[in-house]
């Protein structure tokens, strides 16, 4: 599978952006879909993630309550609504896709590009 992340952009503390990630790919509903981003000089951390098969959705600490992942198995698309957003959200955002995917990156097999997300004070 190939996945296509857009959405992200500058925004306001307190504001809201919208992330989609497109993927390529007759299996797309098979996947587990997740998202983690990375600021300069850390790792990539997990956000949300989906489960293909029940819907599952699981949440980073930091951004439970604020953010929402979706999935549209029928648009191939998975979707990160991010809500009060803060400065600390400021990272570039991947999209991801595995059989059994976890918080750990390593479980995820395929990448999306990333989009940068930043949010002023």
């Known amino acids: 599978v190939q996945l296509q992340a857009s959405g992200g952009g500058l925004v306001q503390a307190g504001g809201s952006l919208r992330l989609s990630c497109a993927a390529s790919?007759?299996?797309?509903?098979?996947?587990?879909m997740g998202w983690f981003r990375q600021s300069p000089g850390k790792e990539r951390e997990f956000v949300a993630r989906?489960?293909?098969?029940?819907?599952?959705?699981y949440y980073a600490d930091s951004v439970k309550g604020r953010f929402t992942i979706s999935r549209d198995n029928a648009k191939n698309t998975v979707y990160l609504q991010m809500n009060s957003l803060k400065p600390e959200d400021t990272a570039v955002y991947y999209c991801?896709?595995?059989?059994?995917?976890?918080?750990?990156?390593?479980?995820?097999?395929?990448w999306g590009q990333g989009t940068q997300v930043t949010v002023s004070s």
């Open positions: 991801a896709a595995g059989k059994l995917g976890t918080s750990w990156p390593r479980t995820w097999d395929a």
């Open positions: 790919g007759r299996t797309f509903s098979s996947y587990d």
């Open positions: 989906i489960r293909w098969s029940s819907g599952s959705t």
